[in-house]
Structure formats: C-alpha cells, structure tokens
C-alpha cells in the first residue's frame, strides 16, 4: 500500500479514493487481539477504509479500563515525574497495525497530543505531563518501526489551539523529525475547531486534517473549515477528521448527537470542499470504553456506551454511504465552489452567530473541467436554488439519506432566472448531486 497525493484527492496505488477514517484514540492501550480482529470485521464490513489512533494517552477524556497497557506508567510520571516507555504497547500496536494493512485499513497516527507539549491549553492544565526534550526524542525513537509502515498517516498534532507562538514552533520542528523519520508519509495536524493552521505549519503538512468539534453552536464549523482549507494554495486534502461524535453529548448540554447531526455536517463538509473524505467516532468506541469503567469528561462528552454496543451505531452506515456516493459520483478530491463564495474565510469567532440560513441548504458547484455539475445537501422539507437554467442540467440523482432511497426529483423555472431542484417524496435530509452541459459562474442564492 503507497498512500501519496493528487491535488485535493488522495490515492491508494494511484487510484483515488474516499478517506473513511474511525476514530479508536486508546485502542493500542485498551483493544485485546481478539477484540481487534472483531473490530476490523465489522469496521470493513461497514465500510471504513482508516483508523485514527493517538499514540498517547488523552488523558483528560479517556476511560480508565482494567487491564488498560499504556505506553508509559501514567502514575510514575505524575506523582515523580518518572518516564519509563512501555516496550509491550509499541510491540502491539505494531502488530495492530500490521494485521490493519493486511485489510487494506490505514492507520491515522496522532502523535503528540498537545497535552505534552509546553506551553499549550491542556499542559496548562496538567504541567507535570510536559514532555522534556530528552524524553521526547525517546519517544520519537520507539515510534520510527510504527510511523515507517506504508499503511500510516501521520498527525503531528492534537487538539492544537496555538495559543504561545512556541506551540508552533515545537510542532514546526516536530514535523520535520518526523518527515525524516519516514520522508514518504503524509503529515497533518489536527487542531481545536475555532483554531487555524498557522501559516508557516501550513507550508509544512500535505494535507489539511481539521476539527469541527462538539459544540452545538459550532456546527457550521464543518461546512466553513471546508470552504478554508479545501481554497489554500497549493490545493491539499482536506478532511473533517472529527465532526460531532454519535451518542456524544452537546458540549456539556444533555442532548446527544444523533446518526442525523453527525451525517449532516460531514455531507456539508463534502459540498463545501472537504472532498477527500471524513472522519467518525461512536461514543464509547474512541476511548473504548467498558462498562462499569470509569470515564474521565463525562459533564463534557456525557457518559459513553460500551465499545461494543456504540461499534453498531447506525451513523456508522450514514458515513460509508457517504463514501459510496462520493466514489460513484466521482466526487473524490473534486474543487468545489461553495454558494459562490469566492473569499475562504472561515469565521470562526463569530460562526455562534451565524444566521444566513445556509445551513439548511448547502449548494457546491463543480470546478472541474470537463466535469460541470455539482452537488447539494438539503434538511427536510427544503430546496435548491441553481444559477443554470432547466435546459443546462443534464441530470440530475437525489438520495434520501433517512431511507437511503433514491428519490425523483422536479427541475423547475425559477423567478431569479436559475431553476429549483426539490422533491415532494424525501421524509428526510435530502443529497442531490447533478451534471450540466455548462459551468456558470453566476453568483448562487
């Protein structure tokens, strides 16, 4: 397996392909071999392509397992600053991630969650877990057999926020070990949402892997980062490697994202241009938690599920027919102009605020010559205005995403000088996606 780029597209032995990537962040500490083999069964059986790992301990959200094998004594390090690396748990991962390539699964690798790095929000919080120099380049010692196999993608960061310049800087240096640990691996950073990629880091990555998190009011953040990142110059992959986790819970609030909320934000996160793929997470999954465990953030995420009941969600279906479409349509890696907005600004201080109503009726169209078209994602009930008119669409396919149906759909005349796309048969959120014999560049609305 040779994991490289093609503009905003990744490929697999030169064939493109959809990122389909679940999240498992403590699986090399908690997962059993037995469990491991299960769980790629059912994964691939459901379609995903990609796991997402840390490497290390997230320590303030994770489950406190029984027979949980960390890479390094968590207890020594906080009660004497004592580091001693954990020679089992970097011989199982390398297992695990060779029994993944074995699947033709890609193993997304964070690195360095800032929680060791000085200077960030979270080792504010907990100083003692600072990794010291000497340490960190232990580490990155016992990391080259698992950050050299061909099936990895490599991150170099968690839940950045950059709030010192020095975080940059570590993480500008941390990039470069790393492309000379395994000059061929594709790197990213995985950041806070309301945060961007700095400039100089932004010269650094192949691909742009960002966070549209959990809060409710941050939703947006998944079609607006995609607009961002997917415009940056050169053009990248871009992935919204965690969108709202399924069963988590609303940023410290009592409601859970359901299958719904999550499918939502990863199909505007595909017509706005984050074409290469997504992320997912079942809550109980990402931290593999069993029951009776204890969880460490619960008035944040909420208590989890069992792995093993969160494993059959049903976002998890949504998700991998979201890859089928964007394979059968040819929508990997396409240039998407999101309601023609030329400016890739992302708002991030302000999206809280946002009331333009573009949630409810994404349209993204096609920039790829010959390939003249585009696609739209709709809530119940609603529909698409279109800067061609009838006579330009060639045709035109819509699925219910609630039945996972095809539904027929009515092209009309619209007063603006465009025509509408709807449909009176769809019982929920609605994806369209069409061809046109021309490309307009005419303002959407």
Same mark, same amino acid.
């Given at each position: 397996?040779?994991?490289?780029?093609?503009?905003?597209?990744? *490929?697999?032995?030169?064939?493109? /392909?959809?990122? @389909?990537?679940?999240?498992?962040?403590?699986?090399?500490?908690?997962?059993?071999?037995?469990?491991?083999?299960? !769980?790629?069964?059912?994964?691939?059986?459901?379609?995903?392509?990609?796991?997402? &790992?840390?490497?290390?301990?997230? @320590?303030?959200?994770?489950?406190?397992?029984?027979?949980?094998?960390?890479?390094?004594?968590?207890?020594?390090?906080?009660?004497?600053?004592?580091?001693? /690396?954990?020679?089992? !748990?970097?011989?199982?991962?390398?297992?695990?991630?060779?029994?993944?390539?074995?699947?033709?699964?890609?193993?997304?690798?964070?690195?360095?969650?800032?929680?060791?790095?000085?200077?960030?929000?979270?080792?504010?919080?907990?100083?003692?877990?600072?990794?010291?120099?000497?340490?960190?380049?232990?580490?990155?010692?016992?990391?080259?057999?698992?950050?050299?196999?061909?099936?990895?993608?490599?991150?170099?960061?968690?839940?950045?926020? &950059?709030?010192?310049?020095?975080?940059?800087? /570590? !993480?500008?240096?941390?990039?470069?070990?790393?492309?000379?640990?395994?000059?061929?691996?594709?790197?990213?950073?995985?950041?806070?949402?309301?945060?961007?990629? %700095?400039?100089?880091?932004?010269?650094?990555?192949?691909?742009?892997?960002?966070?549209?998190?959990?809060?409710?009011?941050?939703?947006?953040?998944?079609?607006?980062?995609?607009?961002?990142? $997917?415009?940056?110059?050169?053009?990248?992959?871009?992935?919204?490697?965690?969108?709202?986790?399924?069963?988590?819970?609303?940023?410290?609030?009592?409601?859970? &994202?359901?299958?719904?909320?999550?499918?939502?934000?990863?199909?505007?996160?595909?017509?706005?241009?984050?074409?290469?793929?997504?992320? !997912?997470?079942?809550?109980?999954?990402?931290?593999?938690?069993?029951?009776?465990?204890?969880?460490?953030?619960?008035?944040?995420?909420?208590?989890?599920?069992?792995?093993?009941?969160?494993?059959?969600?049903?976002?998890?279906?949504?998700?991998?027919?979201?890859?089928?479409?964007?394979? *059968?349509?040819?929508?990997?890696?396409?240039?998407?102009?999101?309601?023609?907005?030329?400016?890739?600004?992302? *708002?991030?201080?302000?999206?809280?605020?946002? *009331?333009?109503?573009?949630?409810?009726?994404?349209?993204?169209?096609?920039?790829? %010559?010959?390939?003249?078209?585009?696609?739209?994602?709709?809530?119940?009930?609603?529909?698409?205005?279109?800067?061609?008119?009838?006579?330009?669409? @060639?045709?035109?396919?819509?699925?219910?995403?609630?039945?996972?149906?095809?539904?027929?759909?009515?092209?009309?005349?619209?007063?603006?000088?465009?025509?509408?796309? $709807?449909?009176?048969?769809?019982?929920?959120?609605?994806?369209?996606?069409?061809?046109?014999?021309?490309?307009?560049?005419?303002?959407?609305?």
């Amino acid at each position: 397996m040779h994991i490289e780029t093609t503009g905003r597209a990744l *490929t697999r032995d030169g064939s493109r /392909f959809f990122y @389909l990537g679940d999240t498992a962040w403590s699986a090399f500490a908690d997962v059993t071999p037995d469990e491991w083999t299960y !769980y790629l069964d059912v994964r691939t059986g459901q379609g995903f392509n990609a796991v997402q &790992f840390s490497l290390l301990p997230i @320590l303030h959200d994770r489950s406190l397992n029984p027979g949980t094998d960390p890479p390094f004594d968590i207890g020594a390090v906080e009660s004497r600053s004592h580091w001693q /690396f954990n020679d089992r !748990y970097f011989s199982r991962a390398l297992e695990m991630i060779d029994e993944a390539a074995s699947r033709d699964v890609i193993c997304t690798l964070v690195v360095l969650w800032c929680s060791y790095v000085p200077d960030t929000w979270a080792a504010q919080k907990n100083p003692k877990f600072v990794m010291p120099r000497d340490v960190l380049r232990d580490y990155l010692a016992r990391c080259q057999e698992l950050m050299r196999r061909p099936n990895v993608i490599l991150v170099a960061s968690g839940d950045s926020a &950059f709030v010192s310049p020095d975080e940059e800087t /570590f !993480y500008g240096e941390l990039i470069e070990s790393m492309k000379q640990i395994n000059p061929v691996a594709l790197v990213g950073c995985h950041l806070q949402p309301r945060s961007l990629l %700095p400039a100089a880091l932004d010269k650094l990555v192949d691909l742009f892997v960002y966070q549209s998190g959990h809060n409710a009011n941050e939703q947006s953040l998944g079609w607006r980062l995609a607009h961002y990142y $997917s415009s940056r110059v050169p053009p990248r992959p871009t992935i919204d490697m965690e969108p709202c986790y399924e069963g988590h819970a609303f940023g410290g609030l009592q409601r859970r &994202f359901t299958a719904e909320d999550v499918r939502r934000v990863v199909w505007q996160s595909l017509v706005a241009g984050a074409t290469a793929g997504a992320g !997912y997470a079942a809550h109980g999954v990402w931290q593999w938690h069993r029951t009776g465990s204890v969880f460490t953030n619960p008035s944040f995420s909420g208590m989890p599920f069992d792995w093993r009941d969160a494993l059959h969600l049903p976002g998890a279906g949504d998700l991998a027919l979201c890859r089928r479409i964007a394979e *059968t349509e040819g929508l990997v890696g396409a240039t998407m102009i999101l309601n023609g907005l030329d400016e890739p600004t992302a *708002t991030v201080s302000s999206v809280d605020k946002h *009331t333009d109503g573009l949630d409810d009726v994404l349209v993204g169209i096609r920039q790829d %010559p010959p390939h003249f078209g585009g696609l739209a994602y709709l809530t119940r009930g609603r529909q698409a205005v279109l800067p061609l008119s009838p006579d330009d669409i @060639l045709d035109v396919r819509g699925v219910d995403l609630t039945s996972k149906q095809p539904v027929e759909l009515a092209v009309r005349n619209d007063v603006g000088g465009g025509c509408t796309l $709807s449909s009176q048969g769809f019982t929920g959120d609605l994806v369209v996606s069409w061809n046109a014999s021309t490309r307009r560049e005419d303002t959407m609305t």
